[in-house]
């Protein structure tokens, strides 16, 4: 019994040193955690609250729909639909690498691919979405949308992108997307709401009404959880759709010089004489605008920026050609408005015209024989508008040729617009430090040396002289249509003409005489463009033949030995119907040679498709 009692104080002494143990051990864990919830609550506190709010509120950009785009007669050239655009939140893509691996298999793509898209976009905050892809198929929305809790930060986003329904038709005129770049970004007002990753207009109609069409983006505040992903949207604000804008362009008649120009490198330009409206604008060859939207190829870019014949360019505002013979309307005009010569003026052309120690043929090797005003533009004698620019001088022409639109801005509302060039004997002392010589006077009497001209303002010149003597400023637009439909629809800044256009104080007994020899070009028995006549319209036009490189006084060009981008280029202006124009063309085919034989048949086509003439 006695042993027993101390068995039993033994155990209770050795219980109750566990159990003061195990209070010790709870009551030092227990002040841990207090500590720390003080150091927690009391001291960092603020700061936790300030990072959770900052973690678990995000506020989220709603991109608006951009507007749509029309032609002149209402239908849809350019329209939006869906896409899925793929978006990563740096700071909630934890581990950053381990997740860029695995989005890469499923996209069956490089990891560096993806880092290198983030590189690129460092100046966004690690809390804003960046855009990885754009467009991505159906098949890897399902992948990624399955994978999504192996993916932080990972997003997979519906928004509206841009569709050219017609591909290449009018890609010049109506431009393309692209992404902004850090330059473009840097340059925006803060109010229009640009972020890094949005798409802008970057060409034509796009680039130059973007505001317009872009609309206001929306937000919202949304809470998410720690892979970033949204558990409840707090509040949103919705987008504004951009306005809808509609054109003065026909797509059919676009279509139409489009198939006309197939393969060549050529420019058109239609434009409407009495109002100044594109009717349509072609710089051959073409590309398809999607194709920027999801991101150039190599190969895509190489091709784009390696081709000879410059599909980039707009070459009927931006191209700078030498006018050749279509300037003889400016010479005739100036040499009759300044007396220097009249309807009656006749001047022999034997095929040469001797001046100086030089001898300036002729097109027309054996010559034309005896002209007037009325027959040397019909038959493009080029001995009549030597001797007419040498009477004039260099400076009486420069002055007539700006008047008409030539060597200046037409103003038009596409970006990129060259200005050409029209020389002055001033021009030539300032950028050369040589006086003018009188026998480049005779060069540019009939359209070649220094003259630089685009397609365009061609197309404004013969919209002038089909007009009575109104030179317009071109218009792209009809009308704006804004988004609100309770709004009405305004018209067009530009239909405002009295500005942008002037009057050229010419006598209507000069514009006459001048019309009478464009109307001889296609009409009369020896007119350069005769092959051109359209049964049951009267077309008035002037081709031109414009030289690439010079050759020596009297060597004959011979087509077999000169490469083809050394050959000429081939010009062909026009207006129809003669008596009541409705249609002006400009035409150039780049290397064409003869405007007779390659140029005029196009302004005909387009004007008998315009005009609805059979045959």
């Known amino acids: ?6 068995i039993k104080i033994e155990d209770r002494e050795w219980y109750r040193r566990r159990l003061i143990g195990s209070i010790i051990i709870v009551a030092g864990a227990f002040l841990v955690i207090i500590v720390r919830l003080f150091q927690l609550q009391a001291i960092e506190g603020a700061e936790y ?13 709603i991109p608006p729909s951009r507007g749509l785009i029309y032609d002149a007669n209402g239908e849809l050239l350019v329209d939006n639909r869906p896409a899925f655009n793929l978006k990563i939140v740096v700071k909630d893509a934890d581990p950053l690498e381990e997740t860029l691996e695995k989005l890469a298999a499923l996209l069956d793509t490089a990891p560096e691919e993806l880092q290198e898209t983030l590189k690129n976009s460092r100046s966004v905050p690690s809390y804003q979405p960046v855009l990885l892809r754009q467009d991505i198929d159906r098949d890897a929305v399902a992948a990624i949308e399955v994978n999504s809790f192996d993916l932080p930060g990972v997003s997979v986003e519906i928004e509206p992108r841009r569709q050219y329904i017609f591909g290449d038709t009018a890609a010049h005129f109506l431009g393309y997307m692209g992404e902004i770049n850090e330059a473009e970004l ?6 229009l709401g640009y972020r890094s990753g949005d798409l802008m ?4 109609v796009e680039r130059a009404f973007d505001g317009f069409l872009r609309g206001k983006p929306g937000g919202r505040q949304v809470e998410v959880n720690a892979s970033g992903q949204v558990v409840h949207v707090l509040q949103e604000i919705p987008a504004k759709p951009g306005g809808n804008i509609y054109l003065t362009l026909d797509r059919r008649l676009q279509q139409k010089a489009e ?13 409407e004489p009495n109002r100044g409206d594109i009717l349509a604008m072609v710089s051959s060859p073409s590309f398809d605008p999607n194709i920027f939207l999801g991101g150039l190829s190599n190969s895509q870019w190489e091709y784009l920026i390696g081709h000879p014949y410059r599909p980039l360019e707009n070459k009927a505002v931006q191209g700078e050609y030498a006018p050749a013979s279509t300037y003889k309307i400016v010479t005739a005009i100036a040499g009759l408005e300044e007396g220097v010569i009249d309807e009656k003026t006749r001047i022999f052309c034997p095929g040469y015209y001797p001046f100086g120690n030089r001898v ?8 034309h024989g005896t002209m007037d005003v009325k027959s040397a533009l019909s038959q493009s004698c080029d001995v009549y508008f030597y001797q007419v620019g040498q009477k004039l001088g260099v400076d009486r022409l420069a002055a007539y040729a700006k008047e008409m639109g030539l060597g200046q801005y037409t103003d038009i509302s596409l970006d990129r617009e060259s200005q050409g060039l029209i020389p002055t004997a001033a021009w030539k002392r300032r950028r050369t430090g040589i006086p003018w010589m009188e026998g480049e006077t005779l060069s540019l009497a009939i359209g070649q040396g220094y003259n630089l001209v685009t397609p365009l303002q061609m197309a404004v010149l013969t919209s002038a002289v089909a007009n009575g003597g109104r030179v317009l400023k071109p218009r792209i637009l009809s009308r704006l249509a804004p988004a609100d439909p309770d709004l009405p629809a305004e018209a067009a800044p530009e239909m405002e003409q009295k500005e942008a256009e002037h009057y050229l104080e010419w006598s209507r007994e000069t514009m006459d005489i001048v019309r009478e020899g464009l109307w001889r070009v296609v009409n009369g028995t020896r ?3 005769r092959v051109s006549r359209l049964e049951g319209v009267e077309i008035c036009g002037k081709t031109g033949t414009g030289q690439v490189v010079s050759r020596k006084t009297g060597e004959k060009e011979v087509k077999e030995n000169v490469p083809a981008h050394y050959r000429a280029h081939a010009w062909f202006v026009a207006y129809a119907p003669a008596q009541a124009p409705k249609i002006a063309v400009s ?7 003869h405007g007779s034989s390659t140029a005029a048949p196009i302004a005909r086509e387009l004007i008998r498709h315009y005009l609805k003439v059979d045959g």
């Open 49 to 61: 609250r300030r990072l959770s709010e900052h973690n678990c509120i995000r506020l989220q950009s």
């Open 259 to 271: 198939e006309l120009t197939q393969e060549i490198a050529a420019v058109v330009v239609v434009m």
């Open 360 to 367: 300036f043929r002729c097109w027309r090797r054996g010559g």
């Open 201 to 204: 207009g970057k060409f034509g």
């Open 527 to 529: 007119g350069t463009a």
């Open 587 to 593: 035409v150039l085919v780049e290397n064409g040679e």
């Open 186 to 191: 840097k340059r925006q007002p803060k109010e």
């Open 1 to 6: 019994m006695r042993n027993s009692f101390y």
